[in-house]
């Protein structure tokens, strides 16, 4: 079993819509949480971070983490073409950060 | 001003050949990482530095080796070139032991024929 698990879709959804994007991981002793943006043939830029379970909302944004099920998720509301690219959930914790596979993000006009 | 800049952006190179890239930050960050990105966009952890000092080391062959001058440095040698060493390399930097997530460069494309 992988640490981090993260549907590589693609995902592709209408211009306006509600996305949806998740990660479940096994390793308890993760206590930040953190999402990646990357856009083709550039590198991953943070995009949102979260420090042990709640909320976090950074306008259109809003990130997710239940430590008790070990799930994470972003929320994106009105989506936009310009949010088509991949996105990487990762965590961190004693030293150590994994990466999750990325889901590949499509926003149709 | 670019935070983390690698060089080259791109690799192209034959079979057997010795390359190497290079990484800085001029973000102030003690510690520094190489992940190499396959096809499916899966990263993964090679090397971590902090203030020069080799602080994680994946199981990577030992044809790569990274060596840092200082702090804001942190370079990639690979020696013997094979196909599967095809993949986008990116370096990045962090404060804190990264607990507040990475900077990473653009990254840079090796291509092995």
């Known amino acids: 079993q992988k640490e981090v698990e993260q549907d590589p879709g693609p995902l592709s959804v209408p211009e306006g819509a509600i996305v949806s994007l998740n990660c479940t991981y096994s390793n308890s002793a993760f206590q930040y949480f953190m999402w990646y943006r990357q856009y083709s043939r550039k590198g991953p830029e943070l995009l949102m971070y979260t420090y042990s379970s709640g909320n976090k909302e950074d306008g259109r944004f809003t990130a997710q983490v239940d430590k008790s099920s070990k799930y994470i998720s972003l929320f994106i509301r009105d989506s936009q073409p310009s949010d088509s690219a991949t996105y990487l959930c990762a965590m961190s914790g004693d030293n150590d950060m994994r990466f999750g596979a990325g889901t590949r993000l499509t926003v149709k006009p | 001003d670019t935070a983390v800049s690698q060089t080259p952006k791109y690799l192209v190179t034959q079979m057997g050949n010795d390359k190497s890239i290079k990484c800085e930050q001029n973000l102030g960050h003690d ?27 994946e199981t990577v062959p030992n044809r790569f080796s990274p060596k840092s001058p200082d702090k804001a440095h942190l370079n990639l040698h690979i ?17 804190s032991g990264g607990l507040y997530g990475y900077t990473f460069g653009s990254g840079t494309r090796l291509t092995v024929v």
């Open chain 2, 79 to 95: 020696n013997s070139l094979e196909l599967g060493d095809s993949a986008v390399y990116f370096c990045a930097s962090s404060s």
């Open chain 2, 31 to 57: 510690t520094m990482y190489w992940y190499k990105q396959d096809s499916k966009k899966f990263l993964k952890i090679m090397f971590s530095y902090n203030n020069k000092e080799l602080i994680i080391n």
